[in-house]
């Protein structure tokens, strides 16, 4: 029984070894010379200051801006705290703050007359989701072309272009990110 | 369904299909030692394993040596990952300085990922130093994964066997398994999701500037977002390919930085089947019968493929009650459509519902969405695969062996119906075996019934907050899909998953304790009858393929086993989700 306890022991010292430190070293040290940027958070540079992650979405709520999805995380957006709602289909909580958020969207966005593309109102898995749906920023481009005195065909062009379709054409979904949409609008206005 | 959700799913198949073969074939070569012999470099590194910790390879065990090594080395891994929690705050690597956990906490999580189950009460990013993910729980995703390969080769070997009285050397076993399997296959995984953006660093957390700043719930201005970094993509490699699925981040891969694209998402949702279905090719060429490997993967998608369709219908129908209120979710060219809360954009409904039926069916238990706020029929499938027993693919090597225990029993059915005597691969099943595959078989079922009773009885419902010991309530949503949330809470320890219906406040002393001794006891009281009928079968002479011999490679087999799974899985539950998901469906569309 001894013997099998040693034995227990130092076969878990050598594997913790293989595995837990000389693999995760190896896998950072390979890392962090073929792929930098990603390892280390893909993140965005404005001049000389971090601005965020390419991979992280941000809470946008200024009219000049297009919005991401609701986030479920305190503060929105919190990237040290990732979260989902957890709420169930038919609990009023959700209920009540779909109803508010189809307000709020509605009320922002006099010209669009249609349902609220489905993304805008719900809350991510994640609460950082970097993206929205193509259509859910169709849905915002008359008022961030209003709000910043762009002409409505900057605005879509603009949207047109950081639209990424699906990798190979099949896998994924169609999305905009918002982040890099937002950025974008900010350098087309900066004199 | 629309064609682009029938495109991704046939694509999943069809490479995880392709796979099967050469790397099935490859890990039997592995097990059986023909490949890496002691001249090469890699057989000497594995020599040099055995001789620093005093192994015999050579030398080959009883079932009892077998399930006594397996056991204590499980043991230890356990004390090592508890001891390495409660004292994190005193360690290195450990940039946030986060102090150390608690004992009830610290105890449920090292069970759960001893056991490969990988449930986690904790939320990563808040409570795990990186010395604690990496030296502790990213080396028990490999070695709870390798503990369940070698039981299940262990297993095979008492099939294929023929009066024997050994079944195999644990440590060797465990050593192939590790260094010839998990780790290369772990390794290109990393890589390849580091270059997706997967993050792999030892810098502490990053703070940067926000584009537009928001005002906070007391008036203050946030005007900084914190992003958290740590060695992730090297622990998600192997969560993901060792069925064991307890994220870097608390929402698991539904995390940016976890699972940042389509194409990472692809691979990781491919490695959770990877490893249990090539091990079936694997376990039909260890019995030197390869049909039989294809008849029991057979058996694992004619139950897979249909529950993972009725999942996508009903997620991507919708949610009424937000229809009603002017929501769009009908899918077009520029949206995904369907029922999106707690699912993400990148995703959308088609790789939402595959990776919850694929890490439900696997005991793998992450997640890319938040399997809570599913539509209740959507939710009830990932609920009823892990109810199956696990056996669908199942946890790597676990999955397999319980099956396998599923086969005894069809053979014994079958057996009684033509008045046969029951034989599975030349083994004669009697009393001793078909008492041993019940255990298998029924010990989940106790567990998740029972726990789930005993919680709902009161235990479960409230907790006193500890800072303030003010009362709160542990579920997160009223009614039938409370009820759900622990109910999904114990299947998912019961079955060593993992996954959650996340609302559930689990993180308390009841849960911590419960889900604790749910996981033990569907981890190790498996292994043993399991190890036992393996021992028992070795033992036995294999008899001869006769005229009264019923083939167990056939459609009509295939078709018996899938009868038997769904049958004990829905009896057993079909009440207690009565209570729950069906309940609720018919509110929802009311």
């Known amino acids: ?191 | 369904m629309t064609a682009n959700a029938w495109m991704q799913f046939a694509l999943y198949f069809a490479v995880l299909l392709l796979a099967v073969k050469p790397l099935g074939l490859y890990m039997a070569r592995v097990y059986q030692g023909r490949l890496f012999g002691p001249e090469s470099r890699l057989g000497k590194c594995e020599a040099w394993i055995y001789r620093l910790a005093g192994v015999n390879p050579s030398e080959e065990t009883g079932w009892k040596r077998y399930a006594v090594e397996a056991l204590m080395f499980n043991l230890v891994g356990l004390l090592a990952v508890y001891a390495l929690q409660r004292f994190q705050g005193a360690l290195p690597l450990n940039p946030q300085k986060l102090p150390g956990v608690g004992p009830d906490s610290s105890f449920n999580t090292a069970v759960s990922f001893a056991s490969n189950t990988n449930w986690q009460g904790y939320g990563g990013e808040s409570t795990m130093s990186y010395l604690t993910q990496m030296v502790g729980l990213s080396v028990q995703n490999f070695l709870s994964a390798a503990t369940g390969m070698a039981v299940l080769v262990a297993f095979v070997r008492g099939l294929s066997r023929n009066s024997a009285a050994t079944i195999g050397n644990f440590w060797v076993d465990l050593t192939r398994s590790t260094i010839y399997i998990l780790l290369p296959l772990s390794t290109v995984l990393a890589l390849a999701l580091v270059s997706q953006g997967v993050v792999q660093s030892f810098a502490e957390y990053k703070v940067v500037s926000v584009v537009d700043p928001i005002a906070n719930a007391d008036g203050s201005s946030v005007t900084e977002q914190t992003l958290p970094l740590g060695p992730a993509a090297s622990q998600i490699a192997i969560k993901q390919l060792g069925t064991n699925g307890g994220g870097f981040f608390n929402v698991n891969s539904a995390h940016p930085f976890e699972n940042p694209t389509p194409l990472s998402n692809f691979l990781q949702v491919l490695s959770i089947l990877l490893i249990p279905a090539a091990l079936c090719f694997t376990f039909g060429e260890l019995v030197d019968d390869r049909r039989q490997g294809w008849a029991i993967l057979a058996v694992m998608l004619v139950i897979f493929v249909p529950l993972l369709i009725a999942c996508q219908l009903s997620e991507q129908a919708g949610n009424p009650k937000l229809a009603a209120l002017g929501v769009e979710q009908t899918a077009s060219a520029t949206q995904s459509g369907g029922n999106m809360e707690g699912k993400e954009t990148r995703y959308g409904i088609v790789n939402s519902t595959l990776w919850a039926t694929a890490t439900t069916a696997a005991s793998n238990g992450s997640v890319n969405s938040m399997h809570d706020s599913f539509t209740p029929l959507g939710g009830l499938v990932p609920m009823w695969l892990m109810q199956l027993g696990e056996v669908v693919f199942g946890g790597v090597g676990s999955g397999l062996y319980g099956m396998l225990a599923f086969a005894i029993i069809a053979v014994f059915i079958s057996g009684l119906m033509v008045g046969r005597t029951p034989e599975y691969l030349g083994k004669k099943i009697e009393a001793y075996e078909m008492k041993m595959a019940s255990l298998v078989v029924l010990i989940p079922c106790f567990v998740v019934l029972t726990g789930t009773a005993i919680a709902v009885l009161g235990p479960g419902l409230e907790y006193h907050a500890a800072d303030t010991s003010e009362l709160k309530g542990n579920l997160n949503n009223p009614g039938a899909h409370g009820f759900s949330e622990v109910l999904y809470a114990f299947t998912s320890a019961g079955n060593n998953n993992g996954s959650a219906f996340a609302g559930l406040s689990a993180n308390v002393p009841f849960y911590n304790l419960a889900l604790g001794i749910a996981m033990l006891i569907a981890r190790y009281w498996l292994i043993i009858p399991t190890l036992a009928i393996a021992g028992s079968l070795a033992a036995k002479k294999v008899s001869p393929v006769g005229l009264g011999t019923l083939p167990t490679h056939t459609p009509l087999f295939v078709a018996m086993l899938v009868g038997v799974v769904v049958i004990v899985g829905a009896l057993t539950y079909v009440p207690a989700l009565a209570l729950g998901p069906i309940v609720e469906q018919l509110m929802m569309t009311q």
């Not at chain 1, 971090?50 to 709520?61: E, K, N, P, W």
């Open chain 1, 1 to 191: 029984m001894t013997q099998c306890i040693r034995m227990g022991v130092i076969m878990y010292a050598i594997l913790t070894l293989i595995t837990g430190v000389l693999y995760p070293l190896v896998v950072t040290g390979v890392s962090q010379v073929l792929f930098h940027d990603q390892a280390n958070g893909s993140v965005v540079m404005r001049g000389e200051t971090a601005i965020g992650s390419s991979l992280i979405g941000q809470s946008f709520d200024d009219p000049r801006y297009f919005w991401g999805r609701p986030s479920a995380t305190s503060p929105a957006y919190n990237g040290a705290g990732s979260s989902g709602s957890n709420l169930g289909p038919i609990n009023p909580a959700l209920l009540d703050a779909v109803a508010e958020r189809v307000k709020t969207v509605r009320a922002a966005h006099p010209t669009q007359t249609g349902p609220v593309p489905g993304d805008l109102v719900t809350a991510s898995a994640s609460g950082l989701d970097p993206h929205i749906s193509p259509a859910a920023a169709q849905y915002q481009i008359d008022r961030v072309a209003n709000s910043r005195g762009l002409s409505k065909e900057q605005v879509t062009g603009l949207v047109a272009a950081h639209t990424e379709s699906r990798t190979f054409g099949v896998l994924g979904e169609p999305r905009v990110n918002v982040l890099e949409l937002n950025l974008a609008l900010d350098a087309a206005q900066r004199p």
